[in-house]
């Protein structure tokens, strides 16, 4: 119950503090760069931000359009902090990732650490 407050606290958070882009735009709001800020801040809203973005992209990849690309296999009792954590480790032993998409960021980092084995 506890990990569904959380995520309802990070996606009510995330929709209130990020702002809307309108159809057609191509502003980015998130690169690695600004993901690796927000999710290194010690600030638990900013952590929680970066959570609900993570659980976003998450989310998109197993029930959106990014389902044909990827396939993850997410074991039970892994916390919206692990996948925070994990996604830091990765951005900083892949530095060039700083540059890229905040999504196509966070889709590699769970592809590499969550990959369903055939």
């Not at 506890?2 to 159809?23: H, P, T």
């Not at 990849?61 to 990827?70: D, P």
Request: hydrophobic share 45%.
């Amino acid at each position: 119950m506890k990990f569904f407050r959380l995520i309802n606290f990070s996606l009510v958070f995330l929709i209130l503090f990020i702002n809307v882009s309108f159809a057609g735009s191509n502003v980015q709001f998130f690169s690695g760069a600004k993901l690796l800020t927000l999710c290194k801040d010690t600030n638990a809203a900013n952590q929680s931000a970066c959570e609900g973005y993570i659980l976003g992209i998450q989310d998109a990849i197993n029930s959106g359009y990014l389902s044909q690309f990827f396939n993850l296999c997410i074991p039970d009792g892994i916390t919206p902090k692990d996948l925070r954590l994990q996604l830091i480790n990765f951005i900083e032993v892949n530095p060039q990732t700083i540059n890229f998409g905040g999504e196509s960021v966070v889709a590699k980092s769970l592809e590499l650490n969550f990959k369903c084995k055939k």
